[in-house]
């Protein structure tokens, strides 16, 4: 048996909608102001340009339904949406109408950008706890792009020929990430470039959505700059940035005290493949809790892993595009347990796509990753190609730290002092 003619797939049920999400989403929009922003702030005179406060929230809804292309937004006239929204426009109307915008258009979109984030700020819990410590991360990524006549299109630090995108997000110890300003630059772009006027229009929309109380940018050395940091300090924040190892810097770390130095942590990140999940987490372990039990080996505090379907999968071209994304673990585990504790508290609902905040979990949580053999590796990582103690080193001490937390939660460990039984046991 074979199919004789091509089949195609169509939403046209008349009393079905596909997306019915979309209706508190808009709602909310609305709420918000958004037409009413486009509508004060986007004038475009060439054609195709009219009814921008129709036209933006309609790309709006767009991208949230999953359209990733001008094409995609046909999606919005399927079935039943014509009577759940009003002034859906056709795909060739809205490219029409993108293609009006210059540079000036989207730092008009900018306005608008800043102001809904502000508004949203103000109906719903978007950043808990910033009236007293808040965080605004920069950074630049390069998304690649194909085709030859790709407007601004240019080859980048990574070497990949794509666009640039400069972010600025701000959180709270007790958040996810939010966007607060983002700007689209040419490929080739010099990560610093415009970023003294991009740091200060992030933290004054930052301020205004609430984040009244200690204000800290952070950022890495591409940003490390007089310039970046006097934009700072005008807006009243603090800074964390990586300094270049320079000669000044170098002599300057050489005149501070060993006992002088400040461990810091920072919250640990998981990446699920599976469900497409971040798990921002405050993990139980730290380094302090494995290095004590490590004879041969050493290890790495406050990392970022990423769970993927298949060891096997793994090739220099597959892991070279997770530590561009700053992802320094690949490992097999970790999400789908997180998974797990995530349906403990909603056995009904499933992650995918999320951020999910695992900062304050009513249970005592904590994920330690130790190297292994691994068919890319070829065996490196647990000695001379082969099985030895020197790989079974970072187990045992894992199993250690795991065993000592086990009894510190119980009362069982209460100090150094009750740990000799442990400490004997090496």
């Known amino acids: ?23 508190p989403v808009l709602q909310l929009a609305e709420r918000a102001g958004l037409p009413r922003l486009v509508g004060q702030h986007v004038h475009l005179a060439k054609p195709g340009g009219v009814n921008a406060h129709l036209k933006v929230p309609g790309l709006v809804a767009g991208m949230v339904a999953g359209a990733d292309s001008i094409q995609d937004m046909d999606l919005l006239r399927h079935g039943a949406m014509k009577r759940l929204f009003g002034g859906v426009r056709a795909p060739s109307t809205l490219g029409t109408f993108l293609r009006a915008f210059t540079f000036g258009h989207v730092r008009q979109l900018d306005a608008v950008a800043s102001r809904l984030l502000v508004e949203l700020a103000g109906r719903a819990p978007l950043l808990p706890g ?3 410590l808040a965080y605004v991360d920069v950074d630049d990524t390069l998304k690649q792009t194909y085709g030859y006549a790709k407007q601004g299109a240019g080859r980048g630090y990574t070497g990949v020929k794509g666009l640039n995108a400069l972010l600025a997000v701000v959180s709270t ?9 983002a700007r689209l630059r040419r490929g080739g772009a010099n990560s610093a470039r415009g970023a003294d006027r991009f740091v200060s229009d992030a933290l004054i929309t930052a301020g205004k959505a609430g984040a009244t109380g ?71 372990f730290g380094i302090e809790d494995i290095t004590p039990y490590l004879r041969f080996g ?27 994304e700053a992802y320094t673990v690949v490992e097999m585990e970790a999400g789908p347990y997180c998974n797990a504790v995530y349906e403990m508290t909603d056995p009904d609902r499933y992650p995918e796509g999320e951020q999910v905040n695992f900062s304050k979990l009513p249970i005592d949580f904590g994920i330690i990753h ?19 103690y020197h790989g079974m080193d970072s187990t045992y001490a894992s199993s250690i730290a795991i065993l000592r937390r086990i009894l510190r939660q119980e009362g069982a460990l209460t100090n150094d002092a009750d740990d000799n039984g442990v400490q004997e046991a090496r």
Not at 14 to 23: E, Q, R, T, Y
Not at 173 to 180: E, K, Q, T, Y
Not at 264 to 279: G, L, P, V
Not at 374 to 387: E, F, S, V
Request: aromatic residues 10%; hydrophobic residues 40%; glycine residues 4%.
């Open 214 to 284: 200690t204000l800290v940018l952070r950022a890495d050395s591409a940003y490390y700059s007089r310039d970046v940091i006097a934009a700072t300090l005008r807006q009243g924040a603090r800074f964390s940035i990586t300094a270049r190892q320079d000669k000044a810097v170098r002599k300057a770390i050489s005149t501070i005290a060993e006992h002088t130095w400040t461990h810091i942590k920072y919250t640990n990140a998981i990446f699920d493949e599976h469900s497409r999940t971040t798990y921002w987490l405050d993990n139980a």
């Open 1 to 23: 048996m074979r199919v004789c003619h091509e089949v195609t797939a169509v939403f046209d049920d008349p009393n079905l909608v596909s997306c019915a999400g979309l209706a």
């Open 173 to 181: 110890p007790g958040c996810a990430p939010v966007i607060a300003a």
């Open 298 to 324: 050493s290890g790495l505090d406050n990392q970022r892993a990423v769970t993927v379907r298949s060891t096997f999968l793994q090739n220099r071209g597959y892991l070279d595009r997770y530590y561009r």
């Open 370 to 388: 130790y190297a292994s053999d691994t068919p890319y590796t070829q065996a490196r990582t647990l000695g001379a190609r082969g099985l030895s």
């Open 130 to 132: 910033a009236d007293e």
